[in-house]
C-alpha cells in the first residue's frame, strides 16, 4: 500500500511521504488567494473558496485568516460564515451542513499523531473524518478533535474542546465537550 492509500484507509501514514505532504500545496495556494481578496469583493471570493473546497451551497462567507490542510477534503452547505482565525485540518474528509457558523480561532481536525515517541519520530499520522450536521454554532475558541460528529441544531459553547460525538438539538461546552442542556429545534418548512 501507498503512504496515500494507508491515509485514504484511516491507517497510520508517513506524513513526510511526498505525495501526502503534496497535498498541502492545492490549499497553501488558495487559502493564500482567498485570504487576500479584499471583503468587498464578494464575487471573487465565493469563486476562491469554489476552487479551495471539494464543494460549497451558496452564501458562503469566510473571514480572514483561513487555512486548512487540503481543501478538496472539505464539503459545506449554503449559508456558510467563518469567523478569523479559522484552521480546518482536513486532511481526512470534513463534511460541514447548511447554517454552520463558526467562531473566530476554531480549530477542526481531522489527524492525531502517536502517543508513542518512537511512532512521532516515524513521523506517524492518522486521520478520521469529521461530520458538523445542519443548524450548528460552534463558538470561538473551539476545538473539534478527529472522528467527532455534531448532530444537527448544536450549539458548542465557547473553548470546548470536542473529543466525543454530540447530538442533535443541544448546547455542549467545557473541557471535554458535554450537553449542558437540550434545546428546541424550531425550524419550520418554510423557514
Ligand atoms: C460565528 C461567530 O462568529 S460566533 C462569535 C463568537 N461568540 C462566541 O464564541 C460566544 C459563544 N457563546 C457561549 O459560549 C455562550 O455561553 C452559550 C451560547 C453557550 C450560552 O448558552 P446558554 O444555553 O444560553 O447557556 P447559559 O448562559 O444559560 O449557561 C448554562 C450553563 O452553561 C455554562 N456555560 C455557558 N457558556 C459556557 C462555556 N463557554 N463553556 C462552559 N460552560 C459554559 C454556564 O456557566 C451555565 O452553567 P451553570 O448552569 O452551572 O450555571
Not at 497553501?28 to 471539494?54: D, G, H, V, Y
Not at 472522528?147 to 467545557?174: E, F, L, R, W
Request: include cysteine.
Amino acid at each position: 500500500m501507498t503512504e496515500l492509500e494507508k491515509l485514504n484507509a484511516g491507517l497510520e501514514y508517513d506524513f513526510w511521504d511526498p505525495k501526502v505532504d503534496g497535498l498541502k500545496i492545492h490549499a497553501l495556494e488558495w487559502c493564500r488567494k482567498l485570504n487576500a481578496i479584499p471583503m468587498q469583493n464578494t464575487e471573487e471570493r465565493e469563486a476562491a473558496i469554489k476552487s479551495l473546497f471539494s464543494s460549497v451551497g451558496e452564501n458562503a462567507t469566510i473571514l480572514p485568516v483561513f487555512n486548512c490542510d487540503n481543501g478538496k477534503n472539505i464539503h459545506v452547505g449554503k449559508n456558510f460564515l467563518t469567523n478569523y482565525n479559522v484552521t480546518i485540518l482536513d486532511i481526512a474528509p470534513v463534511c460541514i451542513g447548511d447554517y454552520v457558523m463558526i467562531g473566530p480561532n476554531t480549530l477542526i481536525t481531522t489527524v492525531n499523531h502517536p502517543i508513542s515517541p518512537l511512532g512521532r519520530r516515524r513521523h506517524l499520522g492518522i486521520a478520521k473524518p469529521v461530520s458538523i450536521g445542519n443548524d450548528v454554532w460552534v463558538g470561538g475558541n473551539v476545538t473539534i478533535l478527529p472522528g467527532v460528529s455534531i448532530g444537527n441544531n448544536v450549539v458548542i459553547a465557547a473553548g470546548a474542546v470536542v473529543t466525543k460525538d454530540i447530538p442533535d438539538n443541544c448546547v455542549a461546552g467545557g473541557v471535554p465537550a458535554k450537553v449542558i442542556r437540550n434545546i428546541e429545534n424550531d425550524i419550520k418548512e418554510k423557514d
